[in-house]
């Protein structure tokens, strides 16, 4: 049974996403003078900043029956629950008793515990208070960034009473209770699939002091980490997604895209691979042009579809019931460690328990990686108001998003607003699905030559869930999760999820794992922040990261290019052209989206079909599995191969044919190569500080660009 959420998807327009410094990438990181706050990573300090402007609220996690608030209503949500009350209280009010309208309290959910109160102007000094009287409400948090100005772009990061401490392999039972019994600690629980970590807590200590009882750990002899189990939004955002709305203008696009495309001929036949340009690109830009694709309908000939090889995404929703990736289903047996009810992966996001008859053991966790009726139910609503709702009932319900939109664009009409509204609520919601996505690229195989085609339409797809809505991760779950997937001995781990912060403990187990599995293979996002440096976990050495191109064979605007960038792979870009992005498998065909309403009869948002059984997106999310799936081929074709080779196979295939620069990255180049050009914003050049610079190519290309017939080849 799946738990109960209190969280809907539209967080991730209000939190949006990360600039994190890569410490991995640099020599030297030095925190700011006037800079408290810090969290420390192998000894560096990391500099954060406390927001003003927002609170964050735990809940509790079984509201108890009588209610300090009035109005409380056991069905309501309870983020919306709290915004009512925190209205109806009068911490909404600019002056109590004055005609003064009220301002509203926007409050949004994160996952399935968490919300973020947006603290209004001139707002009273109770607010915290009146948000603490409600009895549904465990405690308020603090809110932290990773940049000075809490308006620009940065990471939006909780602060729980939770740290993830690492002990050494000797470091005694005894000692770690002495240990916690000096500081006031006690242990939540020991982290699975891991040894000697654990996350605890405070008895005394609560708000930003958490950080610095972490910082006092990490110092002390025996333990080998100690960093605060941070709970981040890494949302797939609307920046992220394409921001035009020509999908949804056009009744057949589905249908009139594969008429007016040539029908290519391949291993793996679909009616839709003529739009899937990242496994051949000569459909959408003709024969006689260079190819921008990994040749993958080549790579077919030589390999076995990736049969006998099981690759783990780990990532958010993950609908597998899906019917081109029902097929692929990993389905679990033999296991030394099985977890309860484990049949097709585990999803790590809830905070309840999963328990086995008759021996009682319980596991944090879920193994149902799909949506819940519960999660359902939350996200419906606002799904189908984008459908139901006239122009001005939408304006007036989403009130906050319609003003945010005319603000950057005071000459858009009621009706132009409104239709933006729809728009980014739609790609809001169909993002919960970007595991879905993510497995799409790797590994479907269409159903009776119908739907979308992986890379890789034979290998075997271990869905494991580290997401829970919003984009709402930490750390402890992610160690676990890659644990996990390692133990399940799987040949290839996915990690669609850059810009996770810098983790000793998370660094820690990824090193772990690849020492203790030379042939696993971990593949991961570059980033779409558009930064010299790749983001984190992608940074960590032994994982491969992976950049994104376009359809003309050009690094797409949003990729992160420079230190540590290993190779390059189609990644889409759809702001001009909705083709250009990358097809693959969507969610929002579940039934119980359309329950009430009559289903859509046109495309919309990322959807390439009424449903949305089809998108088409953009992002270094969807470069990485499609070298996930690449190397699921090589290890097909020879099973033998240790990760180093496949690597080293992958890079020496990998060409800059078809790739060019832009004027613009061939004066950066120059500028980065004579003076060491670096802003604020980077994490590290990719040219310093290497004995000798690196060539243009590499710096924005890594290696190259994957070629899956060659490095199937050699594999071979």
Known sequence: MKRLLSSLTLTGYFLTAAIVPNILNSQTVTAQANTELFYTFYGQPIPLNLRQDAIAVSFRETPP???????FTPNIPLYLQLQQDLENSGSGSRTRGSSTPTVKIDVQPLGERYAIVTVPPNSPDTLTQQIRQQSYVENTLPVLSLT?????????VILPNEILVSFDPDFSTRNIQSLLNRYNLEIIRPLQFTPNNYLIR???????????????????????????NFVQSLNYTVEDIASNSTASTNRNRLEQAIASLPKIEAEYQSQLLPLAWHLNSTAQRGRYRTRTDIRATEAWKHSNGGEGVVVAVLDSL???DHPDLAENLYTASKLSNPLPGETHGWDFTSKTAACSEPSKRCVPGDPDTRISQAELELVRPHFQNTFQLTDEELLENYGRLANSIKRHNSSLSESEIAEQVRDRIRRQIASEFHGTWSAGVILAQPEAGQGAVGVAPKAKLLPV???????????????????YAAERDVDVINLSLGSVLPHQALADQVFRIIDAHPQLVIVASAGNEKLDGVSFPAAIPGVISVGATNLEGKRSFYSSYGGRLDVMAPGGETELNPDGGILTTGGTWVQGFWQGIPEAEKSWAVALDPLGRYVQVQGTSFSAPTVAGVVALMRGVNPRLSRDSLISILRETASYDSLSL?????NRYRLQKSVGLTLKQDRLSGIFPLP?????????????????????????
Request: hydrophobic share 35%; no cysteine; proline share 3%.
């Open 662 to 666: 832009s004027q613009s990255e061939m």
């Open 65 to 71: 029956s009588t209610s300090r608030s009035r109005s």
């Open 318 to 320: 993950i609908q597998w």
């Open 202 to 228: 405070s008895q005394t200590q609560q708000g930003t002091e958490i950080i610095n009882v972490s910082n006092q750990l990490a110092r002390i002899s025996g333990v080998q980490s100690a960093t605060p």
């Open 148 to 156: 000075e100005n809490p308006q620009e772009k940065s990471q939006t």
């Open 465 to 483: 869930r580290v997401f829970g809505l919003g984009g709402e991760i930490d750390a402890a779950r992610l160690i676990e999760a890659i644990g």
């Open 692 to 716: 000798e610079p690196v060539s243009a190519e590499q710096y924005f290309f890594g290696k190259g660009l994957v070629n899956a017939e060659a490095a199937v080849r050699k594999a071979k």
